[in-house]
């Protein structure tokens, strides 16, 4: 089944150290897009990729950045996490096309903990 | 911009019983509206969407929706729920190529 993957699941990290969230997809859609979701929050845009065309949402910090090498694949990568970047990560893609539908298909997202 | 109010925050019902989540959304454009479900720790997943024609929109498990422009509305409904019912329910409408989304509507379905 065409799907959006994210790996991994469940990522703990330390204060202030590196890490990198991956996601796939064999939809084969032009618009990827990476999402943070605190708590009982909705979804907050951080960025997406039309194509190769990355697009930084303007209250997106700094310490966030993100990779697409192919249309396959994004990261997310945290440069110096806080305790205020724990959260849930969701990667989406999306179509496009004359539709213009804008309709998201979501990955099952990756829990981060920073220690 | 585009933006979506969710009026209910959190919606407690019985199993079996009719629910109707509500949603209003301000737009000056096309409008191209959706509902996504989000069980714990999942994705959201896409229960509906409204683009063009009949306004009566069917989705899966049940669920349907009705888009009425003259009161920017998009509510949601479901006839009979079930206790799998429980989970996060969000309205979004669309604008170039993003979504907005409202705060979302929680429904806990007890038996």
């Known amino acids: 089944d065409a799907m959006v993957i994210q790996n991994p699941r469940y990522q703990v990290t330390q204060f202030g150290k590196p890490v990198t969230l991956s996601c796939s997809q064999t939809l084969n859609h032009n618009v990827m897009y990476w999402y943070q979701q605190k708590s009982s929050q909705a979804p907050k845009l951080l960025f997406h990729?039309?194509?190769?065309?990355?697009?930084n949402e303007a209250d997106t910090p700094d310490n966030f950045q993100s990779r697409r090498p192919n249309t396959s694949f994004c990261f997310l990568d945290i440069r110096s996490p806080g305790l205020g970047d724990a959260a849930m990560y969701l990667c989406a893609t999306s179509p496009t096309g004359t539709s213009g539908s804008y309709e998201q298909f979501f990955g099952p997202g990756t829990r981060l903990t920073v220690l | 911009a585009q933006s979506v109010t969710q009026l209910d925050s959190q919606v407690p019902v019985f199993e079996e019983a009719p629910v109707e989540l509500r949603c209003n959304y301000s737009s000056s454009v096309s409008v191209y509206l959706f509902w996504y479900v989000q069980y714990p720790n999942q994705g959201l997943q896409l229960l509906l969407k409204y683009l063009s024609g009949s306004t009566l929109v069917k989705g899966i498990n049940g669920f349907e929706a009705e888009f009425n422009k003259s009161q920017t509305s998009f509510h949601l409904r479901k006839p009979s729920v079930h206790i799998s019912d429980t989970a996060e329910y969000f309205c979004a409408v669309g604008d170039d190529y993003k979504l907005s989304f409202g705060a979302g509507t929680t429904v806990t379905v007890r038996a």
């Open positions: 990729y039309y194509d190769k065309d990355f697009n």
